[in-house]
Nanobody, 115 residues
């Protein structure tokens, strides 16, 4: 089993920044990628960003230029630096890890962007 523990969510004003962290532990052998998804009230869960073990990254168009995903392979930890936050970024953010075609999810962390 794989466990994912997220941290770093909270309340921030528009234009502000937050940094999310996700630490993976357990039966980790060969990570395909790690990433972040988000789900706003009444909406489907959507991709925010992913990063492979080779540091190839992918971003949703809505966050390009504002969010940066990175990872520390030695710590099995992935980060999401979120800058220039907008009210529409408000959502529960979920960490995702894919290993051997299996997906693992964190419990989610709330990000609220509001004045």
């Amino acid at each position: 089993q794989v466990q994912l523990v997220e941290s770093g969510g909270g309340l921030v004003q528009p234009g502000g920044s937050l940094r999310l962290s996700c630490a993976a532990s357990g039966s980790i052998f060969s990570i395909t990628y790690m990433g972040w998804y988000r789900q706003a009230p009444g909406k489907q869960r959507e991709l925010v960003a992913t990063i492979t073990s080779g540091d190839n990254t992918k971003y949703a168009d809505s966050v390009k230029g504002r969010f940066t995903i990175s990872r520390d392979n030695a710590k099995n930890t992935v980060y999401l630096q979120m800058n220039s936050l907008k009210p529409e970024d408000t959502a529960v953010y979920y960490c995702n890890l894919r290993q051997w075609a299996l997906d693992y999810w964190g419990q989610g962390t709330q990000v609220t962007v509001s004045s």
